[in-house]
């Protein structure tokens, strides 16, 4: 099978399924196959992959002229993101499973949104890179403003608006590098640039630190994320974040290294900002799902401080904490919003000992918390020591500030904890009937799993993380 | 074989006896106890086996060029502490067959001790720092959940933040030196460390930060000055939590991190402010201890003010009487906190000093042991408390830079534990029942569960007394220092006499004259201070909650809402005003529209005519 | 023969005929057969004209979509003039020389004034007065920009030649002249309105085909002129450009009527097409306003006969109409939403890739800043198209819907429509094949 069908097989797909006019409850076991399927395809792919660099996957529709050319290009930077995106949908999908509204539209959008997502990892032309990477906003858009809360549209289109025009500008730095370098071949610009602009990397960065977020690019984030769908705050925490993250990875740093060597102290202030202001933010908020998103956004400043250290231990440490963060981050978004639909309420003080109702809900919960303010034992801790000592080395002895990130975001959610979990039933915890579709259990079951997998046997993920960037500093820095 | 059984045993029993209990409670206690002596049976194993210090190297993870290991190191000073906390840790799951008896969430009780036992293993025979601060986060994640053991409740619940958070703020710095010193030394190893600060192979400023910051993490997990007041609120938790934990082993693992690297601390000329910072502690703990009203606080009390004479006798150099008085204060701090909770339970979960009272005759067994705990921690020969006391006392007035102020902090609190201590013990047993109602409820524990763990552990103190040299070369390779300070001892024992004799008029022969004096406006005050801890937690709360929250992050969410994110809802503004603006000036008329088209052409004209011209 | 012949006679035949269906089939036949021709490179057989490939393929496309414009309709009369506006426009394209330029593009205009005054109530009737009136003043412009450079002493019957103040002048005036039907400000005040008021198959026909031909034909013939001074057009270009864009896209924001939005969308890409012009020094100005004009003219033409098919009266269109549309119709929906899209710039969709090939071009002609500029634009552009979207899907149905769902043609009509916006989406080769 050629892998260009692996992105536009779910884009075909999801008309496929949209279309019939009878609401098919079916389409969720569609979904669940073809995202089991592209996850088997996507292992196969990574087995296949040559020892370093890229493995060509073909080239389609070429136009010389423009050097418009779908190249499918993969290395194991963009596979193991494609296997977290995987991961995260098939347990995304497992947990919209009770879906009563509209199922066929939702999980056909989520069919669509697997295509581009793919695209987006797969693709190392600038243009079709950008095609796919804008695509990814369409079913976010959709599934914000159809499937959301009550602040629905505005989260929606606020989100698609900020983002698109953050494209804008990562749009404008593709075509200053092709002016430049006269390809839009991501893997052969670095050589092919004559001169990079300081414009060229600014506009990237700004572009993609939206997407992550970055502050003080960040305020479509809590809107958004709280407004969708519980599951689809999970792909857009989980995944869409990540493709930000990585994004700045592959072409603000490893494009540009020089440039971003001279800007590094950006990354810095804008991740320390980013993670302290967010903490502060997450801190004041009453708001459970709130909370979530600004603790999200908190450790995106931290990814970001990680990325700018620019050495291989910080970048391998960057994306082990965006696959930690990925897994951590969900099943609390999963859980803030069960508890929303179960209670009708945001507000933490409506809340208390959820404990005492859902005892196993609560405690993933708690675990996901945990590992969110990084416990030793879960993912999180991997990703904070790693980030702490790789930007020491980078940086020096100061770099201990960050955490005060983790003592502010340990204080926020042993408070939440307090004011949701524990202590006596509020009016509404009583009233509330907590029982949970079993498969949605079980994904966040699976995503406790791997929390605490990946604390403890850190090395499996890091055996795969360290080859994707080691090809990158063979002469020992970039 | 035995140190990787000890090292997972804990954790996969956790879950073990968890499902278990899940089929029937009954099975989480059996397993629960089965695992715990199997753990003190591999700890002695081991330690019968000694020969010389196990130490495996294992390689964690690598995250780019960078490696972090997660090696075993067990030597002397480690299996002391394997033996306090898995042979208490043992006798405490004995004693809460009958404490959590009626408590139906038994499965996850016993599933979160043994969690916590696994993390004090894992802290005590961590070969790098980094393995040290997992052990150190589990068991402060165990400490959490066993404080809010009772979520249900407001106090419980509260507590077990207030432990978490407290000890968090300490634990960031001790991650932070964790990142410091693997940056200046490369390597977390503890003994390379310690060999690294004596060669001076680190930067004296650096090991002294650090040095500074591994105190901080010790002063929270130890509840020193001033970050105790979360062990006095984790007394809400079950009092064989208490006793466990926040008296005999969690709370000795700051002590033990200075004392695994003495040597960093020497070299980094930092004793000194430990032994300052814990002077301090060690007189708000005793003074405070006074004027408590629940028993488990009081014990609390004195836990802090114990440990810090534990920190002092490490301050001033001596690593053999920190050590001892460490071990010696972990057995009868258990054991005077699981016969409080006899006490507790016998009388119906009733903590208030003021309703007991004359139970001597029904809780004999119960009162005896729990004097010998008292007699050892007021430090009267021939218990253990007196020698490892005295040598602290003792180090103080002899190291010039303690002798003073810091010495006379530690005296004075030397001196009061027997006062606090005597006065619980009367309160408690001697004269006659103050709520007659309760005293007719009060039973006589089950000897087997309750009296058995605590004969043990006064037995222990008993003969720990006469052992203490041998206890100290062990743990150190040196004898406690012989308290070379003339009259200091007849001094000491008179001036303990001397209290003794005002506690017992106070609280045994005259209430009366006491209550006088308590009646007082000064004593009042005194009294109110005293009461609330010197009110160093309503300070903090008080900074938290109307510098950080209320202030810090109220504005930077005013910020957020009005500027960042009102720049962006201004931009809808913005266009609607320029829509207007455009709007007005496009109307349908189309004169207008033809005037707009002939003058605009004039204007382009005009430019282009200009421009020609130029 | 050429395609403009059998358009042309065909077009007279259609007079005698009286059955729709056979007029209808035979016009799709004659389509056929002149884009056949067209793509054989028949050229309009007379001097001062001429066939390029990117004409031809421009030409291929233009039948494409009048064929769609004539499955949509209903009038016999409607039929005929779709013919002669394909018949002008081919000629327009195929111009080479001024005189040619100017008498095919009047050719054009005229027809659009007889297409439009087929009105059926009075709003129609205000829509084409105000056209008629605007083009009248434009035509002016045109000949007496003429007039300008003849006084030079240069000829008519050639292209266009180096000139000097007067002429320059002169081409200016009829540029400006020009710019009426491309609705470049400040030509662009009629457009709005007329775009609006008239039937939107008309507007479709006028907003899609017309103005893509008149903006490639411009270009064509114009470029050389463009060229010789550059350092003075341009400046005056891009100012003209982006108050265009800029214009259009705001006024189009807060509007509560679909069509009135879509008329100010079509005000903002009249200023994107003439970015080409500004960067008419790069390479890729050519290729990025033909692809402009391809995208453009189906995404367009879509839009409007989709909303006359919404709504008998669809200058009435208003966006609360559209709740539920998303619901009741899934189909309609869908495509409105891509054609939106489309519009917006979302990719994978014609609009998208030219409208990147176009800021290219502009990048590419040293102006980075203007590239900036225009993407800003596109991306404000896609809050009204997002509102838009809201309304059909976001929204609750409204108690009184009462839009109409399509019939068979017309729906077809729409997937041809659809069929291109998607194809030159994604297969770009054949547009950068061509030369213009």
């Known amino acids: 099978m050629s892998y ?106 989520l069919i669509f949104f697997s295509g581009a997502i793919f695209g987006v990892f797969m693709s190392t032309n600038f243009i079709w890179f950008f095609i796919f990477w804008e695509l990814t906003l369409i079913p976010m858009l959709f599934l914000v403003g159809i499937w959301g809360a009550e602040g629905r549209i505005y989260a929606a289109i606020k989100f698609f608006l900020y983002t698109h025009v ?71 925490a989980g995944v869409l974040l990540k493709m930000g993250a990585y994004a700045m990875m592959r072409m603000v740093i490893l494009l540009l290294p020089i440039q971003a060597e001279k800007f590094a102290w950006i990354f810095v202030v804008l991740g320390l900002l980013t993670l302290l202001y967010a903490g502060f933010m997450a801190l004041y908020e009453t708001h459970v799902k709130k909370m979530v998103a600004y603790s999200s956004i908190s450790h995106m400043g931290l990814i970001a401080i990680a990325m700018g250290a620019m050495s291989y231990a910080s970048l391998s440490a960057a994306l082990f904490e965006m696959i930690g963060h990925a897994l951590i981050i969900s099943p609390l978004f999963l859980i803030a919003g069960f508890l929303h639909q179960k209670m009708n309420t945001w507000e933490m003080t409506d809340m208390g000992g959820v404990m005492q109702k859902a005892p196993y809900l609560s405690a993933i919960f708690v675990l996901a918390g945990l590992g969110a303010l990084g416990l030793p034992g879960t993912m999180g801790f991997i990703g904070e020591i790693t980030i702490l000592i790789s930007t020491i080395e980078s940086f020096g002895s100061w770099m201990v500030v960050i955490l005060l990130g983790s003592l502010i975001s340990a204080s926020y959610l042993i408070w939440t904890f307090r004011r949701v979990i524990y202590g006596e039933m509020s009016e509404g915890v009583k009233n509330a009937n907590f029982s949970m579709n079993r498969v949605e259990f079980f994904s966040l079951l699976v995503f406790a799993f791997l929390i605490i997998l990946f604390g403890i046997y850190p090395q499996t993920l890091f055996d795969e993380i360290n080859q994707a960037f080691g090809v990158y500093f063979t002469g020992g820095t970039l | 074989m035995n140190v990787g059984l000890l090292l997972i045993l804990p954790f996969t029993g956790a879950i073990a006896t968890f499902l278990a209990g899940k089929l029937n409670q009954k099975y989480a206690f059996y397993l629960a106890e089965l695992i715990g002596f199997t753990l003190f049976g591999l700890v002695l194993s081991i330690f019968l086996s000694y020969e010389r210090p196990i130490n495996v190297a294992i390689e964690w993870f690598s995250f780019g060029n960078a490696t972090l290991p997660f090696g075993v190191y067990i030597d002397h ?86 432990a978490f958070l407290y000890t968090k703020f300490g634990d960031v710095f001790l991650f932070a030196a964790i990142g410091i010193l693997y940056y200046y030394a490369h390597t977390l190893d503890l003994q390379y460390i310690n060999l690294l600060a004596t060669w001076h192979q680190i930067p004296d400023n650096v090991s002294f930060v650090v040095a500074i910051f591994i105190f901080i993490a010790a002063i929270g997990k130890s509840g020193q000055f001033p970050l105790f007041p979360w062990l006095m609120r984790a007394m809400e938790g079950p009092t064989t ?94 054991l005077l906190f699981l016969g409080a909770g006899a006490v507790i339970m016998a009388a119906r979960h009733n903590k208030d000093l003021f309703r007991l009272g004359g139970a001597w005759k029904k809780l004999t067994l119960v009162g005896l042991f729990m004097g010998v705990g008292a007699l050892s921690l007021s430090g009267i020969p021939p218990f253990s408390g007196f020698y490892s006391k005295d040598a602290i006392i003792a180090g103080a007035i002899l190291n010039p830079k303690t002798y003073g102020l810091i010495s006379t902090l530690t005296i004075i609190a030397g001196v009061l534990s027997v006062a606090y201590v005597f006065r619980i013990w009367l309160l408690i047993f001697a004269g006659k029942p103050r709520d007659i109602e309760l005293h007719e409820r009060i039973k006589t524990p089950s000897k087997f569960w309750i009296s058995l763990p605590l004969g043990i552990m006064a037995l222990i103190t008993f003969v720990l007394g006469f052992y203490q040299k041998e206890l100290s070369e062990y743990v150190t390779g040196k004898e406690l220092p012989e308290a070379h300070v003339e009259y200091l001892l007849p001094l000491l024992l ?79 503004n913005l266009s609607q005003k320029i829509f207007a603006l455009f709007n007005a000036t496009h109307t349908s008329k189309v004169s207008n529209q033809a005037g707009v088209m002939i003058l605009g052409l004039l204007a382009v004209l005009v430019v282009i005519f200009i421009g020609s011209l130029v | 023969m050429s395609a403009f012949t059998i358009l042309f006679a065909f077009g007279l035949l259609s007079f005698a005929m009286r059955s729709s269906l056979l007029l209808k089939l035979l016009s799709l036949l004659v389509l056929v057969a002149a884009g056949y021709l067209t793509l054989n490179s028949y050229a309009l057989p007379l001097n001062g004209f001429s066939l390029t490939s990117g004409v031809a393929l421009f030409e291929v496309v233009l039948f494409i979509v009048l064929g769609a414009a004539i499955l949509n309709e209903d009038e016999n009369i409607n039929v005929t003039q779709t013919i002669f506006i394909g018949t002008a426009s081919v000629a327009l394209l195929e111009s080479n020389t001024l005189l040619n330029f100017i008498i095919s593009f009047e050719a054009l205009s005229v027809i659009s004034f007889v297409l439009v005054a087929n009105v059926k109530n009075a709003t129609q009737a205000s829509g084409a007065v105000k056209m008629f009136i605007a083009g009248s003043i434009a035509t002016a412009f045109i000949v007496l920009g003429a007039a300008f450079y003849l006084f ?160 008998e009266n669809a200058s009435e269109l208003s966006l609360e109409d559209l709740k539920g549309l998303g619901e009741k119709d899934k189909i309609t929906a869908l495509i409105f939403t891509v054609q939106l899209f489309s519009l917006a710039g979302v990719p994978l969709l014609a609009g998208f890739i030219s409208k990147a090939v176009l800021v290219y071009a502009v990048v590419d002609a040293d102006l980075p800043i203007v590239a900036l500029v225009t993407l800003l634009n596109s991306a404000l552009s896609v809050a009204y198209y997002a509102w838009i979207v809201k309304h059909v899907y976001f929204d609750e149905a409204s108690l009184d819907y009462e839009l109409k769902s399509l019939r068979f043609a017309p729906l077809m009509a729409q997937f041809i429509l659809l069929g291109g916006t998607i194809y030159f989406g994604i297969f770009a080769f054949g547009v950068f094949k061509v030369a213009f």
């Open chain 2, 77 to 162: 000073l480690s299996l002391v502490m394997l033996l306090i906390a898995t042979g208490l840790g043992a006798l405490d799951i004995h004693f809460s067959h009958d404490y959590m008896k009626e408590d139906p969430d038994k499965p996850r009780y016993y599933a979160k001790i043994l969690f916590f036992i696994g993390g004090m293993i894992l802290l005590v025979s961590a070969k790098e720092l980094l393995g040290l601060f997992v052990g150190w986060e589990f068991m402060g994640l165990a400490s959490y959940l066993l404080i809010s053991f009772w979520h249900q409740t407001k106090d419980p619940a509260d507590a077990g933040v207030a």
């Open chain 2, 241 to 334: 939590v208490s006793a466990l934990i926040h008296g005999a082993t969690m709370v000795n693992s700051g002590i033990y991190i200075v004392a695994r690297m003495f040597d960093f601390y020497v070299a980094a000329e930092a004793l000194v402010v430990v032994a300052a910072v814990a002077s301090l502690s060690a007189f708000i703990g005793a003074t405070s201890a006074l004027a408590q009203n629940e028993i488990k606080k009081v014990l609390a009390y004195s836990t802090m003010s114990h440990l810090s004479l534990a920190f002092i006798g490490l301050g001033v150099g001596s690593l053999s009487a920190g050590m001892t008085h460490l071990t010696n204060h972990a057995v009868f701090k258990a």
């Open chain 2, 494 to 572: 008179s001036a303990i006499i001397l209290v003794g004799f005002i506690v017992y008029k106070f609280y045994k022969s005259r209430p009366d004259a006491r209550d006088k004096l308590a009646a007082q406006p000064l004593m009042k005050t005194f009294h109110k201070i005293l009461f609330n801890g010197y009110f160093v937690e309503h300070m903090i709360t008080w900074f938290v909650k109307n510098v950080i929250i209320n202030s810090v992050s109220k504005t930077l969410n005013w910020i957020d809402v009005r500027v960042i994110d009102g720049a962006v809802n201004g931009m809808l």
């Open chain 1, 166 to 236: 953050a494209s804008m500008l990562i749009l404008l730095a593709f075509f200053l590098i092709y002016k430049q370098s006269g390809t839009f071949d991501m893997t052969l610009v670095k050589e092919a640039m004559l001169t990079t602009p300081a414009l060229i990397w600014w506009l990237m960065f700004i572009g993609f630190a939206v997407k992550m977020p970055l502050f003080p690019f960040h305020t479509w984030l809590p809107d958004a994320h709280v407004q969708a769908p519980s599951p689809v705050s999970a792909l857009l």
């Open chain 3, 152 to 311: 030079e002493n240069h000829p008519l019957n050639s292209g266009l030649q180096n000139v000097e103040t007067f002429g320059t002048l002169g081409l200016w005036l009829m540029l400006m002249g020009l710019f009426y039907k491309l609705t470049i400000v400040p030509m662009h005040s009629w457009a709005a309105d007329s775009y609006a008021e008239i039937k939107a198959s008309h507007a479709a026909l006028l907003s899609g085909a017309a103005k893509t031909v008149a903006a490639l034909a411009v270009f064509k013939t114009f470029s050389p002129f463009l060229l010789q001074n550059l350092e003075f057009n341009a400046p005056i270009l891009v100012a003209l450009a982006i108050v265009t864009m800029t214009l259009g896209n705001f006024l189009a924001l807060f509007q509560k009527k679909v069509a009135k939005i879509l008329a100010y969308s079509s005000i903002a890409h009249a200023g994107y097409m003439l970015l080409a012009f500004v960067a008419v020094k790069s390479a890729y100005a050519s290729t990025s306003l033909l692809y402009i004009a391809i995208a453009y003219v189906f995404m367009q033409s879509a839009l409007f006969t989709l909303i006359g098919n919404l709504k």
């Open chain 1, 4 to 109: 260009e069908l692996l992105i536009f097989a779910p884009l075909a797909l999801s008309l496929l399924v949209y279309i019939p006019t009878r609401n098919l409850g079916g389409t969720k076991y569609v979904a669940l196959a073809l995202f089991v399927y592209m996850f088997s395809k996507t292992i196969e792919l990574y087995k296949q992959l040559p020892e370093h660099g890229y493995m060509l996957l073909g080239k389609f529709l070429e136009v010389k002229a423009f050097d418009f050319v779908l190249t499918l290009q993969v290395d194991r930077l963009s596979v193991i993101m494609l296997l977290l995106t995987c991961v995260l949908l098939i347990l995304v999908t497992l947990s919209s499973w009770s879906l009563t509204k509209k199922p066929a539209a939702y999980f056909s959008l």
